[in-house]
């Protein structure tokens, strides 16, 4: 013991040792808080809504399918590709409107769509026209976008009442919801 009380150095190896061990401690909680920081701010995952999807058949020759899509998400989305019951569908039969406005109705049945139709959906100030996509479709965070689809391939009269899937593909991920196939009349 009397050792211990002359030894000048035995008093500071255990600062020492506790020093290197607060620093070493703090600096790995530095380099996780900085990790988490970097990965949390740069990685923002979509969030897309997909709702009121309709597939509709005439009877004769014509279908169309239509769908309403809201980005809840932190970022945009672009929208690559749209398929019904697995068969892509072409841009030029895809008619689209990007919205900030909430949709509260159902999508109705649109006979003869292009690119002047004008469409409403309860909305008393406003009629929404569509646009053709002539390309990938790009959504605003917090926007909707109305999608109607003419002619989807592989839709018959002998589909009606079957389900049928739609799938939404964005540059992250890809969106499925199933419906079944109505008739117009």
């Known amino acids: 013991m009397r050792d211990l009380q002359r030894n000048r150095l035995a008093l500071s190896t255990v600062v020492t040792t506790l020093i290197i061990l607060v ?20 990685v923002q995952e979509e969030s897309v809504h997909l709702t009121k999807q309709h ?11 239509a769908f309403l899509m809201i980005n809840t998400g932190g970022r945009d989305l672009v929208i690559d590709k749209i398929s ?10 895809v008619f689209y ?12 049945y649109v006979s003869g769509m ?8 309860g909305n008393e100030s406003y009629d929404y026209k569509f646009l053709v996509a002539g390309n990938d479709i790009t959504v605003r965070s917090g926007f ?21 899937g739609m799938t939404v593909h964005t540059s992250q991920a890809m969106y499925y919801k199933e419906c079944n196939v109505e008739a117009t009349g």
């Open 114 to 121: 292009d690119n002047e139709t004008e469409v409403d959906l």
């Open 144 to 164: 909707s976008i109305i999608v109607y689809i003419t002619s989807p391939d592989s839709i018959s009269v002998n589909d009606i009442g079957l389900t049928v």
């Open 84 to 93: 019904v019951r697995g068969q892509e569908s072409l841009w030029t039969t």
């Open 55 to 65: 597939v509709w058949h005439d009877g004769d020759s014509s279908s169309q399918a």
């Open 97 to 108: 409107n990007v919205t900030s406005d909430s949709i509260s109705d159902d999508l109705p």
């Open 23 to 42: 620093v070493s401690v703090l600096l790995a909680g530095v380099v996780s808080y900085f990790a988490i920081n970097v990965t949390s701010t740069r």
